[in-house]
Structure formats: structure tokens, C-alpha cells
């Protein structure tokens, strides 16, 4: 059994949906992000830097995982799914899951997260800061438009680097950014879309776990789909 503490961000889909594809047994503990639940120090404990997702794998001597790439590569190894193995013949193809994992770790994630901050959420609107993250948002997404156009999935096969970048570009119109008019990008998150893991983790937390401090996170999530 896996307790996975998460919200309805992003981040927290990634775990979600990596647990839905492995098919792991997990129960949710919805953090109230709106209260600042996650600085508490009973989670700090779970995550010294007071962020979501996190994982505790009880099968596991109650090990904690935090960063949610960190999550999906642990889920991967621990079921052989999803990433594939550290060995001669594979490391090839394991590197560029890794790669475009990362992409997302330092690049896409961050720079969306930017671009929310300053276009959604900033009482003082600044231009410069809202188009200069935007317009990176954009190039990251032409980044993997062109890699798309040349293979069905980032790295070949389906693998923990597109839950992880899809997480986030499913979330382009929250960022204001324009992405319907690459054909490949679409053409990849509707595939996406379209799995029933991807379906069941896109609904943790479901509503019913969130508190009334968190509507802005549900009004998010409700508005986050390109």
C-alpha cells in the first residue's frame, strides 16, 4: 500500500496518474493547500520541502519519496513499467526518457509555473515577466512539437517522460499560452487523454477531498485543459 499526499496541481497528477498506470494498490491524503497544510511539520517530515506530490510506500519500511520526478522514476523501477531498465542494451532508451523527463523538471514546469504566477495570480500585472515566460512556455511547447513530428512518444514508446510532460501541457490555456495549433503536441496529448490510467489519476483528488480554502485549486483544475 502507497499513501499519496498530493493536491490538484500538476505536480500531484504526475504521481496520480504514474500510480493509475502501474495499477498499485494507493490511498489519497488531499492536502489543503489553501491552509498551508503542506508546511505543517507532521508533512515536513514526509517532505522537508513542504510541497506536493509525495509518496510514503508502506510496503517499503514506510520510505518517503518527494519531487514528483524523483516519485515516477521509483514507481517505474519498483514495477518494472514505464522506464526502461539500467542495462547495456536499454541504456540508450532510458537516457532519453531521462532527458525528456528533465526537459520538463527544469524547463517546462517551472516556466509554466512562472507564467501562472505572473498572468493568473500576481495582484500587480507585469508585462515583461508575464511575455517573458509565456514566450518560453511556447518555445518549450514548439521543442516538443518538433520532437513528436519524428516519433509517436518522446522517447519511442509510452513512458514515464510523457505523463510527465503532459501533466503540464494539458495545463497550457491556465498559462495563457497557445498550443492547439501544433498538430503533433495535439495530436499526443489527445492520445494521451484517451487512456484510462490518465483518466482515473487526472481525477485525484476528486472534489470531494478538497476544502473550501482550495476552490481556487478545483476553479485550476476545472480551467486547466487545452
Known amino acids: 500500500m502507497i499513501t499519496l499526499y498530493t493536491a490538484a496541481t500538476p505536480n500531484g497528477r504526475k504521481a496520480s496518474i504514474m500510480l493509475e498506470e502501474c495499477a498499485l494498490d494507493y490511498k489519497v491524503h488531499s492536502l489543503a493547500l489553501g491552509k498551508m497544510e503542506q508546511k505543517e511539520d507532521w508533512f515536513l517530515q514526509i517532505n522537508p520541502n513542504g510541497r506536493i506530490p509525495a509518496i510514503v510506500d508502506h510496503d517499503n519500511d514506510d520510505?518517503?519519496?518527494?519531487?514528483?520526478?524523483?516519485?515516477?522514476?521509483?514507481?517505474?523501477?519498483?514495477?518494472?513499467?514505464?522506464?526502461?531498465?539500467?542495462?547495456?542494451?536499454?541504456?540508450?532508451?532510458?537516457?532519453?526518457?531521462?532527458?525528456?523527463?528533465?526537459?520538463?523538471?527544469?524547463?517546462?514546469?517551472?516556466?509554466?509555473?512562472?507564467?501562472?504566477?505572473?498572468?493568473?495570480?500576481?495582484?500587480?500585472?507585469?508585462?515583461?515577466?508575464?511575455?517573458?515566460?509565456?514566450?518560453?512556455?511556447?518555445?518549450?511547447?514548439?521543442?516538443?512539437?518538433?520532437?513528436?513530428?519524428?516519433?509517436?512518444?518522446?522517447?519511442?514508446?509510452?513512458?514515464i517522460a510523457d505523463i510527465a510532460n503532459f501533466a503540464w501541457v494539458r495545463t497550457a490555456n491556465w498559462s495563457g499560452v497557445e498550443s492547439r495549433d501544433l498538430e503533433h503536441l495535439s495530436r499526443w496529448v489527445e492520445t494521451i487523454r484517451q487512456r484510462p490510467a490518465v483518466q482515473r489519476g487526472l481525477e485525484v483528488p476528486g472534489e470531494g477531498q478538497l476544502g473550501k480554502s482550495d476552490d481556487q485549486f478545483i476553479k485550476a483544475a476545472q480551467g486547466m485543459v487545452i
Do not use: H
Open 63 to 159: 520510505f518517503a519519496v518527494f519531487e514528483s520526478g524523483a516519485i515516477m522514476i521509483y514507481l517505474a523501477e519498483k514495477t518494472g513499467q514505464l522506464l526502461s531498465p539500467d542495462t547495456p542494451e536499454c541504456r540508450n532508451v532510458r537516457s532519453e526518457v531521462m532527458q525528456w523527463l528533465m526537459f520538463q523538471m527544469g524547463g517546462l514546469g517551472p516556466m509554466m509555473g512562472q507564467a501562472n504566477v505572473f498572468f493568473r495570480y500576481a495582484e500587480e500585472k507585469i508585462p515583461y515577466a508575464i511575455e517573458r515566460y509565456q514566450k518560453e512556455t511556447r518555445r518549450l511547447f514548439e521543442v516538443l512539437d518538433g520532437r513528436l513530428a519524428v516519433t509517436e512518444y518522446l522517447a519511442g514508446e509510452y513512458s
